[in-house]
């Protein structure tokens, strides 16, 4: 998986926080909701402009 797909960083947006793409969702929100035991499909219901890549991506760039 390309993480430059699901994962940008840019100092305009959230002050440079990696978020998923296309989003104003930080990486760093998705790690910690995963982390207190939500699960993807929580996840995808209370973020419908995230898809399943995205949260692996996630996983991935924490890694």
Known sequence: MN????ITS???I???KAVIKGTRIP???I???LAAGE???QLLKAYPRI????I????LFAV
Do not use: T, Y
């Open 56 to 59: 692996q991506a996630c996983l």
């Open 27 to 29: 990486v760093d929100l």
């Open 3 to 6: 993480l430059n797909e699901h």
């Open 51 to 54: 898809n399943a890549e995205s």
């Open 39 to 41: 699960s993807s499909e």
């Open 14 to 16: 959230l002050f440079g």
């Open 31 to 33: 790690l910690e909701k």
């Open 10 to 12: 840019d100092p305009e």
